[in-house]
């Protein structure tokens, strides 16, 4: 890279005297290694008359020595200033859009390449160059074009096949860019981005430890590569390492303040951290940076979602996919804003667009299932989640979401199958795991396997002995099984553990009730409304237990508070009239049943109920009649009454 405006001059490389016996600090400003460059070249220029001869060299040298140490803006300088002392060399110009691209000043930057191609056609050099600006444009497959253009002239060029597999990565073709970078290696080149192509490319394919191996190779070479770390930044979050993460884009960012790429990075990782407005402040940063970067618009766009301003995120979307109309994330993101627009149409057909972009990326099956779900589709979204699985097998998420669409579908044997992929797939996540274990369990339960759903209960509990959920899923085994005790000391854990966890004080509840202690059932209740205090149900339940411990009066203030949120409530109507039968008010007692009986005709309780009131008002015909109705429909009636 030093030598290319010698090597573009053969006249001025003639008339310039030979570097063998070259002074120390024209040796050190022709040295590879930029900070002696920099000290060397400064020298000779600081040398005036006595190395006058050597000063666009020094120009150009200090040049390229300052972009090696990230200093765009004294490169600038210099690079014009070379410019000045030799305008006709094509080199030079390849430095001075050097410059302008590190300074994301790309008009400027193409404008200075172009010269440098008209000057030196037959050089790779600025084409290789111009590749990279418009890639940097998002405009890849003019990029594409050039390194094309570039390896005709030199098919050896192996930054040209670097430059091209970063093109390539950017249209999608991960086993092309592949291909390129190895047969950059096979030169023997050195570039770093080899290992960041390969990188990519594992992370793509949703191998993310090799990822990380290559991001660590690339990065173990060339400590301060800031693609690197951007990259490393990315496959972290992916595998929920996201304090490195945060780490690496930051340094990144440190490294190179005036680009965009780490910020958006640095945004994708706090995107999985759910830290959304410090995401947004990164995506905002990255696109003020470069208004021209998609990938900024797409973060910036994803944290307004999740942020809940739907219109602002569908802006940001539509400014992503215009800026690059192949950005398949953009597409998903806007399908996102359109799904929170509930404008599933327009969702369904956003996310299709993205897998016609992207057709191996997994999340979009995945995102297109989510939305084919709430347009009441299951059976689309049954596929698409098995095209999901087809290209991440290894995501245990994925069996999971599958297993949910199949429960949708009533399919038991079927979930329970991908719930036990998800069990062996969550072995590396305990939270994860926890989850899936409980679902089987619920899942074995419903099946009436008992066996297999205690197992996995006990399994749940085993990998976190804090936590609530097991202990009331264990709690509804014990239900099921008649151990009263066994679950009301369950569901009494799951409470000591976690004290606003409402389903162990609604299972308790019924525990209490079903061993007939109703104050401690109303009890539990009580502690719900604190929790909810707006709940019909909870209110209804708590008037039902009130009422079979006694307390007449108390419990109808609960039933009128439910009544009030909700009076079209059978079981609510139907515990009212059971308390005006205890306070014997008859008249009342026939009313609240009346209207339980018409909201549901075939309610044992409120027919047998009724018949009592019945009798207390002297209606003996219509008494025997409501009493036998309820003993048809259910026969128990009599020893379930009022317990």
């Avoid at 030199?154 to 390539?168: G, K, N, S, V, W």
């Avoid at 109920?609 to 003996?620: K, M, N, P």
Wanted: negative net charge.
């Amino acid at each position: 890279m030093r030598r290319l405006c010698l090597l573009s001059s053969l006249a001025f490389l003639a008339a310039a005297p030979a570097f063998a016996d070259a002074p120390p600090a024209l040796a050190a400003c022709e040295s590879h290694d930029p900070t002696a460059a920099l000290q060397g070249c400064g020298a000779v220029l600081d040398a005036g008359q006595d190395m006058e001869a050597y000063d666009f060299e020094a120009r150009n040298n200090r040049a390229l020595a300052e972009l090696e140490l990230h200093q765009p803006q004294p490169a600038l300088a210099d690079a014009l200033a070379g410019i000045a002392l030799n305008p006709e060399n094509g080199g030079i110009h390849v430095t001075l859009a050097r410059a302008y691209l590190a300074l994301h000043q790309l008009p400027e930057a193409l404008a200075a390449v172009n010269q440098a191609q008209a000057l030196i056609p037959n050089s790779p050099a600025p084409l290789v160059l111009r590749g990279e600006i418009e890639l940097s444009g998002n405009d890849w497959r003019a990029a594409l074009a050039d390194q094309n253009a570039a390896l005709a002239l030199a098919p050896d060029d192996d930054t040209a096949l670097i430059d091209r597999a970063m093109a390539e990565l950017a249209t999608g073709d991960m086993a092309t860019a592949l291909a390129d970078a190895n047969q950059a290696a096979t030169l023997g080149s050195t570039d770093p981005r080899v290992h960041l192509v390969r990188g990519i490319a594992a992370a793509a394919a949703g191998h993310s430890e090799e990822a990380l191996r290559e991001d660590n190779a690339l990065l173990q070479a060339s400590p301060d590569d800031a693609l690197g770390l951007a990259a490393r930044s990315e496959v972290e979050a992916r595998l929920g390492q996201f304090p490195a993460a945060l780490a690496d884009a930051s340094r990144a960012i440190a490294l190179t303040p005036s680009a965009s790429g780490p910020y958006v990075d640095r945004a994708f990782t706090e995107l999985q951290m759910r830290d959304f407005p410090a995401a947004l402040a990164d995506a905002q940063k990255a696109a003020q940076l470069n208004p021209r970067d998609a990938a900024a618009f797409t973060d910036k766009s994803l944290a307004e979602a999740a942020l809940e301003r739907p219109d602002a995120a569908l802006a940001d979307a539509n400014q992503a996919v215009t800026l690059d109309p192949g950005n398949a994330i953009g597409f998903d993101a806007r399908a996102t804003a359109a799904l929170q627009k509930n404008d599933l149409t327009a969702a369904l057909a956003d996310e299709s667009h993205a897998i016609s972009l992207s057709p191996s990326t997994p999340g979009f099956y995945e995102k297109r299932a989510l939305i084919e779900l709430a347009a009441h589709q299951p059976q689309p979204a049954l596929a698409d989640l098995g095209s999901a699985i087809a290209f991440a097998p290894d995501d245990a998420r994925l069996y999971l979401q599958r297993a949910g669409v199949e429960d949708q579908l009533k399919q038991p044997e079927a979930e329970i199958k991908d719930l036990s992929q998800a069990v062996d797939k969550a072995g590396g996540d305990p939270k994860l795991l926890y989850h899936v274990l409980l679902l089987r369990a619920g899942t074995y339960s419903q099946m009436h396997q008992p066996d297999l759903a205690l197992q996995d209960v006990t399994r749940a509990i085993a990998l976190d002995a804090k936590a609530p959920q097991a202990y009331a899923a264990r709690a509804m085994l014990e239900q099921a099984g008649g151990q009263t005790t066994a679950e009301i000391a369950d569901d009494s854990k799951a409470i000591s553990l976690d004290p606003r966890y409402q389903p162990a004080y609604e299972d308790r509840a019924i525990a209490y009730g079903n061993a007939h202690k109703y104050a401690e059932a109303a009890a539990d209740e009580g502690q719900l409304l604190k929790l909810r205090p707006k709940s019909a149900p909870d209110l209804n339940n708590r008037c039902w237990f009130l009422a079979l411990d006694g307390k007449y009066s108390e419990a109808l203030s609960y039933c009128q508070q439910a009544l009030s949120l909700n009076d079209s409530d059978a079981a609510t109507q139907d515990s009212t009239g059971y308390v005006y039968l205890k306070l014997k008010d008859a008249k009342r007692a026939i009313v609240a049943y009346d209207q339980a009986l018409k909201l549901d005709p075939h309610l044992a309780s409120s027919l047998y109920g009724r018949g009592l009131a019945e009798q207390d008002a002297g209606d003996q015909d219509a008494a025997k009649a409501d009493l036998a109705l309820a003993r048809q429909y259910d026969p128990r009636i009599e020893q379930e009454f009022g317990s």
